[in-house]
C-alpha cells in the first residue's frame, strides 16, 4: 500500500509518535552525550567548527594589527609565531574539513531519504575524538604552549633539535585526532551514500551535494594516511629519537615535506568540493530551474578528486627536486583549472536560463564565483615554477589561497546556513542581516587581500612578524588591516543575526523556498526518524517532480531503529538493518583514545595504558546485545514493494 | 629608510635588473593580461546572466539545452586551449632561467643560518677564501653561481631584483644562479620560516662594475686593518677579551670562531644584523649592547660592556675597512 | 540552549587548568632576562663537611630548570662553545670528566656548576668569566644537568640533527648526583 507524503500531517498519527518514542532518545545531559541521531552529531561537529573559525577569525585580527605598522609591538616574534601557526592549524583542520564533514553528515541521510547514517556509533565517536583534539591544542595555546613551526611544521624546525618544548608533540598528535575523526565520517558518508539511498536513486539521480561529499569522502581516505604517518614519524623523531627526518644519519628533510603536501594539496579539495556541492545544491531554488549540466558537474567533481592528488610537488617548486618531473606538476596543476571551470560553466549556465532571486543565499553564491575565479586564475599562474618561484612563500600566495579558501569554501558555507538554517532550526535567518553580512564580508575580503598581490611582488615574504620601514609595505598593509576589520564586523552580523533568528526568526515551513530537494519533504526541524515513511524518487529533483504526491515505501519497523538497505547503483531494495541506538560507548572509546594520545606526548607509560583502556571500552562498546533480534529480511527482487509483510 | 646607500632599489620583482627576473617579468604581463581578460568575460557573463530581461524560454526545451552545451563545452575547450598555450610558454620559459649562461660563473658559497647569511668565495688557493656575512658583492653582467647549504633549518634565498628563489635545505647541496645587469644595491630576504628572527633575515647583494668587484674582492682577501688611534686599540683589546671572540672572527688577529659572522671588513659593510639597520656608529652601539632588543631571540646575547669599552669597540669595528 | 555547554566550557577550563601549572614554565623563551645569578655563586658550598657550626645548604633550583627553550639553547651553546671537546658529545667525558654520570667533583648545585663555567677548574676547565653572559651560562648550566636527567622528562632535550653521537636525554635514567673526591684519573702520568 503506498501512501502519499505530506510534510505536516501524517495519515497515521500513531506513526509518527512511535517512530519518536524508538529515535529520540534519553534527555538531559547524559542522553546528549549518548545521542547517535546524525542531526545532532551534525549540528555538534557544526558549531563546534564555528567556534574555531570564530578562534582562527581573532588569531587573525590580532596579526593583523601586528603588522599594520612596521615594527609594531602588538606581539613579539614568538607569540607571532605561535598565532600564525595557531591560524592556519584551526582553520586547515578544525573549521574547514569539520564544518563541511558536519554540513554532509547533516544533508546526507536527508538528501537520499534515509533515517540516520550506515554507523551511527561511529559517526558519534568521531565527534569526540575530534572535540578532543581541537581542546588538545587550545589548552597548549592559552598556556604557551602553541605550536609555532607553522602549520605545515616543516622539519628541521619542528624537529627536535629546533622546536624545544612540547609545542609541537602536542600538534602533532592533534593531527591524529582530527585525521581519526575524518576518517570515520568518510567511511559512513560514502557507505550511507552508496548503500542506503531511497528506491529509486539511481546513480544518476544523487543529488550534487551527495556526490561532492562522497568525493570529499574518498579523498579523505587516500589523503589522511599521509599526514598521519608524518605526525607520527615526526613525533617519533622528538620523542624516541628515530632518525626519519635526519640528513646525517639517513633521514631526509624532503621526507617531511613530500608527506605532508600529499596531504595538503587533496586537503584543499577536500574543503572545496563540499563547496561547489552547496551552490549546486542551492542554485535551483533560487533560479527556479534544475541545476544545468548534472553529468557534467559529477564528472568534474570525481576528476577534480583524481588531479588533486598530482599536485602536491607545486609547494616544492624551491626545493632541488628536478626540474623535469616539477613539469609534471605544473601541468597538472594547470589542468585543474578545466573541471573548476566546467562547473563555474554550468552555473552560470543555470543562472542565464533561470530566474534568479536575490535572496541571501544567491548573493554568497555569486560572492563565491566572484571570489573563487579570482583566486583560481592567480592559481593557475603559480603553476608556472619561473613564475613560482618569485612569489612562493610571499604574500601573494597568502592572497591567493584566501581568495579561492573564501570563495570555495567560506561563501558557499554561508550560503549554505542561510539556505538550510529554516531546515535545522524551524525558522527564518533575517533577510537584512543577511544582506550586511554579505556585502561587509565581500568588500572586506577584497580589501584584505587584493593588496596582497601586491605586497608579495613587492617582496614580503610570508610568515614575519614585522618589517622594516623602509620597504615601504606599511600602506597597502595598513589597508589590508583595515579590510581585516570590515570582515570581523560582518562575522559579527552574522553571530548576530544567528542569535536573534533562533528565537525571533519567522517561522520556516517543510519547504521555505520552494526547493527541489527531499531534506524539504519533511518539518523543519526534520523528526528525529527524518521521514515517517520511505520516499522513492523518479528523478533528479524529486519535489518538483511529483508535487504533492512524492510515493513512499512502508514496511519498517515502528519498535526499533530500522533502516533500509539499498543496491549500490540503482537503489533497489535489499534488505532492512537494525540500528543499535543511543548508546554512551562511543564517547567512552572517545575518551580512551584521548588518554592514549595525549599521555604519549608526556611518557610512554601511554602507550600501555591507552591500549588496555581502550580496549575494554571498546570491547563494551562492540559487545552484542543478548536480546537482540536482527529482523534482517534479504527480499526477492521480484516481489513488489506494496507486499513487503512487516 | 633602510640604508642611506645610494642606488638602493626597493625590492621588487617587476622592477627587475637582472636576465631571470627580467625573463618572469615580461611572462607576467602576459600571465596579468590573460588573466584580466578571461576574469572580465567570466564576470561579464555572470552579470548578465544576473539582470538580463527575462525572455519566457523553457529550460528544459531541448534546444535551450543543446545550446547550452555548446556553450559550455566551448568555454571548457577554450580553457584548455589558454592552458596549454600557457604551458608551452611556460616551460620555455623554465628552460631558459635554469640554464647558466655560458660565460664562466663567478662561485660564491651561500651557507644559511639562523638568522643571517654566509657568503663564502671560494678560491684554488686556499688563502684566498673568503667568509663575509649578509651582503653579496657581485660583479655585473656576469653570471654568479650560487652552491647553497645550511647547517640548521631550511632557509630560502630570495632577490626578487634579480632572480626567484631556492630552497637552502640540511642535506642537500642546492644551486642556482643570478646575474645583475646593472650596478646597484639589491634588497633580498629570507622566504622560508626559519624561526624567531625569520623576519629579519635579509641580505643586500651589491653588485659592481668587473674592475670594483675585482678591488673589492682583492682587498677582502687582506686581513683586518690596524686599529688606528689608541680607542680603536683599546677596542681591539675589548674584542678580543670582552667575549667577542668566543663567536666572531676577524682574519689577523687570534679571533677565529665561525659560530657567529666574520667581521674582518665589517666597517666597509652598508648594514648590521643581517640587513635590518644601516651601519652607523648608533646602531652599531645599540646593537652590541643589547641585541635583543633590535632582533628578540637572536643568538647574540645582550654585553655588559661599559661605555668607555662599548666606545672603543665601535671605534676599532668601523675602522675595518 | 542545550545542556551540556557549561559543562563543556568547564571541562576545557579543568584542561586548561591541568596544563597551566606545568606548561607555562617549561615554554617559556626568555630573551632579554637577567637572571638573579651573581648573588647565589657567592656562597657557594661544595660539601657538607666542615669545621664549625656547621652551614646548611639546601640544594636549590633555577628557574631554567624548569624551561625548556633555555636547555636546548644550552646544548647548542655546549656544541658551539666546544665543550663537546673536552667532555664528549654526549657528555660522556674525554679528557675531561665525564657529566652525564652521578660523579660530581665540584658539586651538582646549579650554582656550583655556574661556577665551575665562570671561575674554571684546576686540570684544565678554563674560565669563561667574561666570555660568556650570565645567561648563556645559567643556560649551559640547566644543560649540563640534563645531561644525567637531573629534570623532569617534559623538559629534557631531545636529539640533535646529527649523527647519532649526541642522543636524546629524554630516555635517560636519572643519576642521583654525588660528590667524587678524585681528580680526573686520565691527567695522571
Known amino acids: ?646 | 629608510m633602510i640604508l642611506q646607500a645610494p642606488r638602493y632599489t626597493q625590492q621588487s620583482m617587476v622592477d627587475p635588473a637582472g636576465p631571470k627576473a627580467a625573463m618572469v617579468d615580461h611572462f607576467w604581463h602576459f600571465l596579468i593580461i590573460t588573466a584580466s581578460i578571461v576574469t572580465a568575460v567570466v564576470f561579464i557573463t555572470l552579470l548578465i546572466a544576473l539582470f538580463k530581461r527575462r525572455r519566457p524560454v523553457e529550460p528544459q526545451e531541448p534546444a535551450v539545452h543543446r545550446s547550452l552545451t555548446r556553450w559550455v563545452s566551448a568555454s571548457a575547450a577554450m580553457t584548455l586551449v589558454i592552458i596549454v598555450v600557457f604551458l608551452v610558454l611556460d616551460f620555455r620559459l623554465g628552460r631558459a632561467i635554469a640554464t647558466v649562461p655560458a660565460q664562466t660563473p663567478l662561485r660564491v658559497n651561500v651557507i644559511g643560518h639562523q638568522w643571517w647569511w654566509e657568503f663564502q668565495y671560494p678560491d684554488t688557493v686556499p688563502s684566498n677564501w673568503i667568509s663575509t656575512a649578509n651582503e653579496l658583492h657581485i660583479p655585473v653582467g656576469r653570471p654568479v653561481l650560487l652552491n647553497m647549504s645550511s647547517p640548521d633549518v631550511i632557509h630560502s634565498f630570495w632577490v626578487p631584483n634579480l632572480s626567484g628563489k631556492k630552497d637552502l635545505i640540511p642535506g642537500h647541496a642546492t644551486e642556482t644562479w643570478i646575474e645583475a645587469d646593472s650596478a646597484g644595491v639589491y634588497r633580498g630576504q629570507c622566504a622560508e620560516f626559519c624561526g624567531l628572527q625569520h623576519a629579519k633575515m635579509a641580505l643586500l647583494v651589491i653588485a659592481d662594475p668587473p674592475a670594483k668587484f675585482n678591488q673589492w674582492l682583492t682587498a677582502s682577501r687582506a686581513p683586518a686593518d690596524e686599529p688606528g688611534d689608541s680607542t680603536a686599540k683599546a677596542g681591539k683589546q675589548v674584542f678580543l677579551t670582552a667575549g667577542c671572540s668566543v663567536c666572531h672572527a676577524i682574519a689577523g688577529t687570534n679571533a677565529g670562531a665561525t659560530v657567529g659572522p666574520n667581521l674582518t671588513h665589517f666597517g666597509s659593510r652598508l648594514s648590521i644584523a643581517a640587513a635590518s639597520l644601516p651601519n652607523n656608529r648608533g646602531n652599531l652601539g645599540g646593537w652590541v649592547l643589547d641585541p635583543q632588543r633590535i632582533k628578540p631571540g637572536a643568538m647574540m646575547p645582550p654585553n655588559g660592556l661599559e661605555p668607555d669599552q662599548l666606545n672603543a669597540i665601535i671605534a676599532y669595528l668601523e675602522g675595518l675597512k | 540552549m542545550r545542556p551540556g555547554i557549561a559543562t563543556r566550557a568547564l571541562t576545557v577550563m579543568l584542561a586548561v587548568a591541568t596544563l597551566a601549572t606545568a606548561g607555562c614554565k617549561r615554554e617559556e623563551r626568555r630573551f632579554r632576562e637577567v637572571p638573579p645569578a651573581a648573588d647565589a655563586t657567592t656562597n657557594v658550598v661544595m660539601s657538607t663537611l666542615q669545621p664549625g657550626p656547621s652551614v646548611v645548604s639546601v640544594a636549590t633550583e633555577h628557574p631554567y630548570d624548569k624551561d625548556a627553550f633555555a636547555i636546548a639553547q644550552g646544548q647548542r651553546l655546549y656544541v658551539q662553545m666546544n665543550c663537546a671537546g673536552c667532555h664528549g658529545l654526549a657528555g660522556g667525558g674525554s679528557i675531561g670528566p665525564p657529566l652525564m654520570d652521578a660523579k660530581w667533583i665540584y658539586g651538582s648545585d646549579p650554582a656550583n656548576i655556574f661556577s665551575t663555567i665562570v671561575e674554571g677548574r684546576p686540570n684544565g676547565m678554563p674560565s669563561w668569566k667574561g666570555k660568556l653572559s650570565n645567561d648563556q651560562v645559567w643556560q649551559l648550566v640547566a644543560y649540563i644537568r640534563d645531561m644525567s636527567a637531573q629534570h623532569r622528562k617534559d623538559v629534557r632535550t631531545s636529539r640533535t640533527d646529527d649523527m647519532a653521537a649526541i642522543p636524546d636525554d629524554q630516555n635517560r635514567n636519572r643519576q642521583t648526583p654525588r660528590p667524587s673526591t678524585n681528580a680526573p684519573s686520565s691527567t695522571k702520568p
Open chain 1, 1 to 646: 500500500m503506498s501512501a502519499t507524503l505530506r510534510a505536516e500531517p501524517i495519515l497515521e498519527p500513531a506513526l509518527d509518535v512511535e517512530l519518536d518514542r524508538v529515535w529520540r532518545g534519553r534527555s538531559g545531559f547524559i542522553g546528549w552525550l549518548c545521542s547517535t541521531d546524525h542531526k545532532s552529531i551534525a549540528k555538534r561537529y557544526i558549531a563546534t567548527a564555528l567556534v574555531f573559525f570564530l578562534l582562527a577569525g581573532l588569531e587573525a585580527a590580532t596579526m593583523r594589527a601586528q603588522l599594520s605598522r612596521p615594527e609594531n609591538g602588538v606581539l613579539g616574534p614568538d607569540t607571532y609565531n605561535q598565532f600564525f601557526t595557531m591560524h592556519g592549524t584551526t582553520m586547515m583542520f578544525l573549521f574547514a574539513v569539520p564544518v563541511m564533514i558536519g554540513v554532509g553528515l547533516y544533508l546526507t541521510p536527508l538528501l537520499v531519504g534515509t533515517r540516520n547514517v550506515a554507523f551511527p556509533r561511529a559517526n558519534a565517536m568521531g565527534y569526540w575524538v575530534y572535540l578532543i583534539g581541537g581542546i588538545l591544542i587550545y589548552s597548549g595555546f592559552f598556556v604557551n604552549s602553541g605550536p609555532d613551526a607553522g602549520w605545515f611544521a616543516y622539519v628541521p624546525l619542528s624537529g627536535p633539535e629546533f622546536s624545544p618544548g612540547k609545542r609541537v608533540d602536542i600538534w602533532a598528535q592533534m593531527i591524529t585526532f582530527t585525521e581519526i575523526a575524518a576518517l570515520i565520517a568518510a567511511v559512513v558518508i560514502i557507505t550511507t551514500a552508496f548503500k542506503m539511498r531511497a528506491p529509486g536513486m539511481s546513480l544518476n539521480r544523487i543529488p550534487v551535494m551527495v556526490w561532492s561529499s562522497v568525493v570529499m569522502s574518498f579523498m579523505i581516505i587516500f589523503a589522511m594516511p599521509a599526514v598521519a604517518t608524518a605526525s607520527l614519524f615526526l613525533a617519533m623523531d622528538r620523542l624516541i629519537s628515530t632518525h626519519f627526518f635526519n640528513p646525517a644519519e639517513g633521514g631526509d628533510a624532503l621526507l617531511w615535506q613530500h608527506l605532508f603536501w600529499f596531504f595538503g594539496h587533496p586537503e584543499v579539495y577536500i574543503m572545496f568540493l563540499p563547496g561547489t556541492g552547496i551552490i549546486s545544491a542551492l542554485l535551483p531554488s533560487f533560479t527556479r530551474r534544475k541545476v544545468f549540466g548534472y553529468p557534467a558537474l559529477v564528472l568534474s567533481i570525481i576528476a577534480t578528486g583524481f588531479i588533486a592528488f598530482a599536485l602536491w610537488v607545486h609547494h616544492m617548486f624551491a626545493t632541488p627536486l628536478p626540474q623535469l618531473g616539477q613539469s609534471f606538476f605544473t601541468a597538472a596543476s594547470a589542468l585543474v583549472a578545466i573541471p573548476n571551470g566546467v562547473q563555474i560553466f554550468c552555473w552560470i549556465a543555470t543562472i542565464w536560463t533561470g530566474r534568479p532571486i536575490f535572496r541571501t543565499p544567491l548573493l554568497f553564491t555569486i560572492g563565491s564565483i566572484i571570489i573563487f575565479v579570482i583566486g583560481g586564475m592567480t592559481g593557475v599562474m603559480i603553476a608556472s615554477i619561473p613564475f613560482d618561484l618569485q612569489v612562493h612563500d610571499t604574500y601573494f600566495i597568502v592572497a591567493h589561497f584566501h581568495y579561492v579558501i573564501l570563495g570555495g569554501v567560506v561563501f558557499p558555507l554561508f550560503a549554505g546556513i542561510y539556505y538550510w538554517f529554516p531546515k535545522v532550526t524551524g525558522r527564518m535567518l533575517s533577510e537584512t542581516a543577511g544582506k550586511w553580512n554579505f556585502w561587509l564580508m565581500f568588500i572586506g575580503v577584497h580589501t584584505t587581500f587584493f593588496p596582497m598581490h601586491q605586497l608579495g611582488m613587492e617582496g614580503m615574504p610570508r610568515r614575519v612578524y614585522t618589517y622594516l620601514e623602509g620597504t615601504g609595505w606599511g600602506d597597502l598593509n595598513a589597508v589590508a588591516s583595515l579590510g581585516a576589520l570590515i570582515i570581523f564586523s560582518s562575522v559579527v552580523v552574522f553571530l548576530g543575526n544567528v542569535v536573534w533568528s533562533l528565537r525571533h526568526g519567522a517561522i520556516a515551513g517543510s519547504n521555505p523556498w520552494d526547493s527541489e530537494g527531499l531534506e524539504w519533504a519533511t518539518t523543519s526541524p526534520p523528526p528525529s526518524y527524518n521521514f515517517a515513511n520511505v520516499p522513492v524518487v523518479g528523478g533528479r529533483a524529486p519535489l518538483w517532480e511529483s508535487g504533492d504526491e512524492l510515493p513512499v515505501m512502508t514496511g519498517l519497523a515502528r519498535d526499533r531503529q530500522q533502516v533500509l538497505v539499498t543496491t549500490a547503483l540503482d537503489a533497489e531494495p535489499d534488505s532492512r538493518h537494525d540500528h543499535p541506538g543511543h548508546t554512551i560507548w562511543p564517547f567512552i572509546v572517545a575518551v580512551t583514545i584521548g588518554i592514549f594520545f595525549i599521555t604519549l606526548i608526556f611518557t610512554p607509560w601511554g602507550m600501555p595504558i591507552g591500549t588496555v583502556l581502550g580496549f575494554a571500552a571498546y570491547a563494551r562498546y562492540i559487545w552484542p546485545k543478548k536480546n537482540h533480534d536482527p529482523s534482517i529480511v534479504e527480499l526477492p527482487r521480484s516481489v513488489p514493494q506494496s507486499e513487503v509483510p512487516r
